[in-house]
T-cell receptor, first 113, second 109 residues
Framework: DVKVTQSSRYLVKRTGEKVFLECVQD?????MFWYRQDPGLGLRLIYF???????EKGDIPEGYSVSREKKERFSLILESASTNQTSMYLC????????????FGPGTRLTVL | KNEVEQSPQNLTAQEGEFITINCSYS?????LHWLQQHPGGGIVSLFM?????KKHGRLIATINIQEKHSSLHITASHPRDSAVYIC???????????WGAGTKLIIKP
């Protein structure tokens, strides 16, 4: 079974703090994604990566950065957390191909006070 | 207007009822996905469709490419089917997914 893990299920941070969210997948997938999910808005893509050290902006990259130093790990960084970044953050991975099924981690619910 | 629209937004039904959730899209697609998200956050892929119909247990997904519409059906619904069901499409010209806002389903015993 594909396994995608995220470093924390729940996280509480203060405004201005630097926040790291880590995602690890064990299926040697090339593609990895970071989404945020807010009520009524569905999933919105923040950043994605096709390969190690490759990254592309998604729909809402402002206020975020990412790092992919190893194939299995994709990190989302909030340089200076703000209250409007309080959200559920979901990581996913997939392998290029006809199915492009994305496998999701359990999510991290981040609260910024 | 969103490129992927789901209806209804919320649905409450009694155990045993036949459930239909709809997804309409306005772009050319190469594939459509149905996913399930249980309370607590985890998302699971249910189906990937590019034409016709797929069935898995009590779940059936259909797609009509000409009408740009897909439906997810649940037969003999059960409280454990309570979840958010999300439709997502992969566009013709890129491989990012375009996401619907989800349908929150509650099945009462």
């Amino acid at each position: 079974d594909v396994k995608v893990t995220q470093s924390s299920r729940y996280l509480v941070k203060r405004t201005g703090e630097k926040v790291f969210l880590e995602c690890v997948q064990d299926m040697d997938h090339e593609n990895m994604f970071w989404y945020r999910q807010d009520p009524g808005l569905g999933l919105r893509l923040i950043y994605f990566s096709y390969d190690v050290k490759m990254k592309e902006k998604g729909d809402i990259p402002e206020g975020y950065s990412v790092s992919r130093e190893k194939k299995e790990r994709f990190s989302l960084i909030l340089e200076s957390a703000s209250t409007n970044q309080t959200s559920m953050y979901l990581c996913a991975s997939s392998s290029p191909g006809s199915t492009d099924t994305q496998y999701f981690g359990p999510g991290t619910r981040l609260t910024v006070l | 207007k969103n490129e992927v629209e789901q209806s209804p937004q919320n649905l409450t039904a009694q155990e045993g009822e036949f459930i239909t959730i709809n997804c309409s899209y306005s772009v050319g697609i190469s594939a459509l996905h149905w996913l399930q998200q249980h309370p607590g956050g985890g998302i699971v892929s249910l189906f990937m469709l590019s034409s016709g119909k797929k069935k898995h247990g009590r779940l059936i997904a259909t797609i009509n490419i000409q009408e740009k519409h897909s439906s997810l059906h649940i037969t003999a619904s059960h409280p454990r089917d309570s979840a958010v069901y999300i439709c997502a499409v992969r566009g013709d010209s890129n491989y990012q997914l375009i996401w619907g806002a989800g349908t929150k389903l509650i099945i009462k015993p």
